[in-house]
């Protein structure tokens, strides 16, 4: 199985399928909306709405309409629609951190075998320990890795994406503005990155062993 492939099989009990709760996919989906929206805003600001391309559109535009303005002025309202764009960007980010703290929550207080931190101890034991379903607890052990180096990116981006929206509040900090913002900018890749390599595997796992992971996410699974 690649690597990449997340599985429906329980670590504990390989005859059985994955349960997932109502919140842990509720957490998922809104999830997986809150970052695309979130990418598609910086998507648009930098492509469409980027200043060098948009300001001569606007220009031209207000020409043919009889309006004479100056490159500054046109310079200034391309400047205002970025500006729209990055308030509902900080909005997602508002979304993404909420969504994080719930996370976090549920990681407490949800059921023992659904936790995160668990499953993998689990996974550990049965690969090092028992020495039983060895493959599986293997791949189980990359695969929920990798998730959880997915929420410590989440994490950095939370915390960077609130420091640029309350800059204002950590005057003594804005010297590192340009790096926070770097950082911020460098962590949305990473996070592509991880969005792509999970599409990829849950592509595969439907074509292979794990038939249905999608539907599983939906209506809970273990059936």
Do not use: C
């Amino acid at each position: 199985m690649a690597i990449i492939e997340p599985i429906k099989q329980d670590i504990k009990h390989p005859e059985q399928i994955k349960k997932y709760s109502l919140s842990l996919r509720l957490w998922h989906w809104l999830n997986a909306l809150v970052i695309t929206g979130s990418l598609l805003t910086v998507l648009l600001n930098s492509t469409i709405l980027k200043s060098q391309s948009t300001t001569p559109f606007i220009k031209d535009t207000l020409k043919e309409s009889g309006a004479v303005v100056t490159d500054d002025q046109a310079k200034s309202v391309a400047h205002d629609l970025g500006d729209k764009v990055w308030e509902v960007h900080t909005w997602f980010g508002y979304g993404l951190v909420a969504l994080l703290v719930f996370r976090l929550i549920l990681e407490i207080f949800q059921l023992a075998d659904q936790k995160l931190i668990r499953t993998i101890k689990n996974a550990y034991h049965q690969y090092f320990i028992t020495k039983k379903q060895r493959e599986l607890a293997r791949h189980e052990i990359v695969v929920k890795t990798i998730y959880a180096v997915f929420y410590l990116m989440l994490i950095t981006m939370a915390i960077t994406g609130l420091f640029l929206a309350f800059e204002d509040f950590f005057e003594p900090y804005k010297a590192y503005r340009h790096a926070i913002k770097e950082v911020h900018g460098f962590i949305m890749y990473l996070i592509l990155g991880f969005i792509t390599i999970h599409i990829i595997g849950v592509l595969l796992a439907e074509r292979k062993d794990s038939k249905g992971i999608v539907s599983d996410m939906i209506n809970g699974g273990g059936e």
